[in-house]
């Protein structure tokens, strides 16, 4: 399963609310996660099952969608979150990534 | 939970390397676990899976009849053994616990390069 994801790269204030795509070649079901990737630091989890938020992701994220089309979003940004992020396929093996979304500050 | 691999480093092509990630924290027999790698720059790319039991593997068809997912659930312990290295499989290895990849370790470094 191709994973689409876009844009590759986004700049954002802070405050501001940002949605990142993610297509699927074809369903997946709702077997989709979005991680969050940051020097230094270890990958993190934020959501799983397409919409279910990890425990501790903050309640500004959020994820929606099924079938092929997965959108995350995070409403009113904090400086914290200007990061990559990717989402995942789990519905078949092998199991595939989307590209990544470079979220910098404007 | 804490996942620490280990094992990475500069090696030849043709030549081979073996991973290990060091598993505490929860029950390490009861999960599913993965390699995950990352080319300089690049994005994340699945590697591999085990099973719990060890009795089912699965691999990126980029690795597959090259590299050997296998675990020691006595030592808590996940393993990538990386047999005939191309430069293409210059990564960061990363094991994850495959619970929608809820814990990643820091990773370690593979350079294959003459």
């Known amino acids: 399963v191709q994973m689409t994801q876009s844009p590759s790269y986004l700049a954002a204030s802070p405050g501001e609310s940002i949605s990142i795509s993610c297509k699927a070649s074809?369903?997946?079901?709702?077997?989709l996660a979005w991680y969050q990737e940051k020097p230094g630091k270890a990958n993190k989890l934020l959501i799983h099952?397409?919409?279910t938020l990890q425990s501790g992701t903050p309640s500004r994220f959020s994820g929606s969608g099924s079938g092929t089309d997965f959108t995350l979003t995070i409403r009113s940004l904090e400086s914290e979150d200007f990061a990559v992020y990717y989402c995942q396929q789990f519905n078949e093996y092998p199991l595939t990534f989307g590209s990544g979304t470079k979220l910098e500050i404007k | 939970v804490q996942l620490v691999e280990s094992g990475g480093g500069l090696v030849q092509p043709g030549r081979s390397l073996k991973l290990s990630c060091a598993a505490s924290?929860?029950?390490?027999?009861?999960?599913?676990m993965a390699w995950v790698r990352q080319a300089p720059k690049k994005g994340l790319e699945w590697v591999a899976t085990?099973?719990?039991?060890?009795?089912?593997?699965y691999y990126a068809d980029s690795v597959k009849g090259r590299f050997t997912v296998s675990r020691d659930n006595a030592k808590s312990s996940l393993y990538l053994q990386m047999n005939s290295l191309k430069s293409e499989d210059t990564a960061t290895y990363y094991c994850?616990?495959?619970?929608?990849?809820?814990?990643w370790g820091q990773g370690t470094l593979v350079t294959v390069s003459s």
């Open positions: 074809r369903s997946i079901s709702n077997n």
């Open positions: 099952s397409a919409s």
């Open positions: 924290g929860f029950t390490f027999t009861n999960h599913y």
């Open positions: 085990i099973s719990s039991s060890g009795s089912r593997t």
């Open positions: 994850a616990r495959d619970d929608w990849f809820a814990y």
